[in-house]
Each structure stands twice: as structure tokens, then as C-alpha cells.
């Protein structure tokens, strides 16, 4: 069943559309994932679904509800992320918690929800001397104060260490299990990959696809990079007319690059069987989700989008 439905929303900033047309619907239970490149339009679709703006055009509902005309019903059981300019330096976590908790009829136990979050021992400290991983676990934990059956996390890993990311991960996974749909806006792809269960890739306002992380790489134009390093040169023009071949390239010491699909590596293994060329390090993986991105959002500002880690 459907928690969201966003059906041809736009919203323009000065006559410019930065949403033009987006629909998709979250399912019950889903961590439902947004990409795109930056400036595609993300913030303001995820706004809109909050109903902290109003669209120009097109519909939104979370759980039946408008969040503008309903928005306090809304507010109840949708929790927000905060941003981190939110919240005062001097607030302790303890403090935070009780503030925000006094915002709801029916909370959740702060105890509790500081156990899980791993802030009992941080109850006593100041908002300011928090760790990034620190901030981002209070920042989960104010999202879930108010018991809601959905959350939005706008970016929630940016700026944290690879441990601290992969700590959070867990979190966001658990809130999941608990029941709750999470709507989780990144630029990780590794993050897409592991957490979400569907994924919509928005670009220049629009919805360029729209799957599980498996069914975008399946679905992008290149499935499979092979890679070798030939025994003697091949002619390009016997590389290029290999079956689903998108793209080769050859570097400095000569290794050759393929993207293309299964069918590509069978032709090639025949190729340089007929040709007596034998294959160094012959290396076929499966293309990644930074490669379906790449390919959905060609050249709109996508190089930015890279899990620089991976
Ligand atoms: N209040 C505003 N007034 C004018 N332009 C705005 C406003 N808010 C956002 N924009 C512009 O709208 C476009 C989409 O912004 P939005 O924040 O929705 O993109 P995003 O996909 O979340 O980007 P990022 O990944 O960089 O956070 C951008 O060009 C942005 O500069």
C-alpha cells in the first residue's frame, strides 16, 4: 500500500521550473530513494512532500493527506530531519530530546529511543561538542521522537567518516524494521545500493528512472566493464563492432576497456581466440549503480555524485 503519492508536481523558483512533472509512490515500509545530480530538484520535491512548500502545480498525499490543507495531521506522522542550523550549540541531547518530544501528544519514550540511538551516555552533552555521527544519531532520534510512520532524511551521511556512514546505515535500516517508510535523499551510491529498496533518479526536475538499485544498473546501457591488456594491438574497429558494445577505450600501457553486456564478452573471447591475441588480466565485473547514474544523468553536473570512497 501506499504511504506517498506525488502525482505531476512542479514548482518553479522565478518562472524556473526545478520540478517539472515528478510522480512516484512509496510504498508502506520501503526505504524509498532520491538521486540526482545536484541542483535536479531533490530538496524541493521532498519539501513538497513535508509541506514545507507549496507546489504550483499537481498532487502530493502522505497517507491520504494533503500536507499543506492537512499540515498539522501531516506534521503527526511525518518526521523530518533537521538541519543542523536548527538546533542551538548550547542545547544538551537530553534537552533536545525532552524539547522536542513536548511538540507531540503521544511521543516516543525518550529513554528508549536514546538506547537505541546509542545517546544515553551523550544525554548530559552540549549540542555544539557533538561529533558529526553524534549529531546525525540525534538528528535520527528527533525524526522519530514524535512516533511517525514516515521519515525523510535529506542527506543525513554527507560529511561523515566511512564508519560513522556505515553506523548510520544500520540505524536507518532499523527504523525500517520498525515499521517505519523512510524517504532518504543522497548522493551516495553506495548508499542507494545497500539501503533502498527502490530508487528514483531525478534529473533537471524529472524523473529519469525510476527501479530497485538492481534493476537500474540492469537496465543501464552498459551491464558489464571488461577489461585486458592485449598481447599485441587490436584494431579499434573490430572492438567497437563487438555485440552491445556503448563505449572503448585503450590507456597509456595499452590496457583496453569495454563497457557493454554478456553477450560482449563471448564475442570478445572469439575474437581474440581468431586472432591468436591473448587476453592479460582479463578482468569482467558488473557495472555498479555509479554507472547507471552516470549513464541517466549524462553530463548534468553528475561527476559530482561519485562515492569518492569506492
Ligand atoms: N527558495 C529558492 N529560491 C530560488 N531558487 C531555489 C530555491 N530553492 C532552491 N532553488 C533552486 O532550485 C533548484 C533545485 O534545488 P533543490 O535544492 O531542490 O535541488 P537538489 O536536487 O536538492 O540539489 P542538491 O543536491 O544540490 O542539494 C536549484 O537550482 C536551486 O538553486
Known amino acids: 500500500m501506499s504511504i506517498i503519492e506525488v502525482k505531476g508536481l512542479r514548482r518553479a523558483y522565478g518562472g524556473r521550473p526545478v520540478v517539472d512533472g515528478i510522480s512516484f509512490t512509496v510504498d508502506e ?4 530513494g532520491i538521486l ?8 524541493t520535491t521532498v519539501e513538497c512532500v513535508e509541506g514545507l512548500r507549496v507546489p504550483d502545480a499537481g498532487t502530493v498525499r502522505v497517507a491520504g493527506l494533503d500536507p499543506i490543507a492537512d499540515h498539522d495531521r501531516v506534521t ?30 503521544d511521543p516516543a519514550d525518550r529513554g528508549h529511543l536514546a538506547d ?9 552533552r552540549r549540542f555544539g561538542k557533538l561529533s558529526g555521527g553524534q549529531k ?11 512516533n511517525p510512520r514516515v ?7 554527507t560529511g561523515l567518516d566511512p564508519r560513522s556512514r556505515r553506523d548510520t546505515w544500520r540505524l536507518i535500516e532499523e527504523v525500517r524494521d520498525s515499521g517505519v517508510t523512510v524517504l532518504l535523499v543522497t548522493h551516495f551510491m553506495e548508499e542507494a545500493q545497500r539501503l533502498c529498496d527502490r530508487v528514483a533518479v531525478i534529473d533537471r526536475g524529472r524523473i529519469a528512472a525510476l527501479d530497485t538499485p538492481a534493476g537500474l544498473i540492469r537496465g543501464a546501457s552498459a551491464a558489464t566493464v571488461i577489461s585486458f591488456t592485449p598481447s599485441r594491438p587490436l584494431d579499434p574497429a573490430d572492438l567497437t563492432a563487438l555485440p552491445a558494445v556503448t563505449s572503448t577505450s585503450r590507456d597509456r600501457d595499452g590496457r ?6 554478456d553477450d560482449t564478452v563471448t564475442a570478445l573471447l572469439s575474437l581474440l581466440a581468431r586472432h591468436s591475441v591473448t587476453a592479460g588480466r582479463l578482468r569482467v565485473v558488473d557495472a555498479t549503480l555509479d554507472d ?3 549513464d541517466l544523468t549524462a553530463g548534468h553536473g553528475a561527476t559530482d555524485l561519485i562515492d569518492r570512497e569506492s
Do not use: C, M
Open 29 to 32: 515500509g520501503e526505504i524509498f
Open 36 to 43: 540526482g545530480p545536484n541542483g535536479a530538484g531533490k530538496t
Open 76 to 105: 503527526r506522522l511525518l518526521g523530518a530531519q533537521l538541519q543542523e542550523s536548527e538546533l542551538q550549540p548550547k542545547l544538551t541531547v537530553g534537552e533536545a530530546l525532552e524539547l522536542y518530544s513536548a511538540f507531540y501528544q
Open 116 to 124: 537505541r540511538l546509542g545517546l544515553t551516555d551523550l544525554l548530559g
Open 136 to 146: 546525525q544519531r540525534l538528528f535520527i532520534a528527533l525524526a522519530l521522537i514524535g
Open 151 to 157: 521519515v525523510v532524511l535529506d542527506e543525513l551521511t
Open 256 to 261: 583496453i576497456t569495454l563497457h557493454g553486456a
Open 292 to 294: 547507471a547514474f552516470l
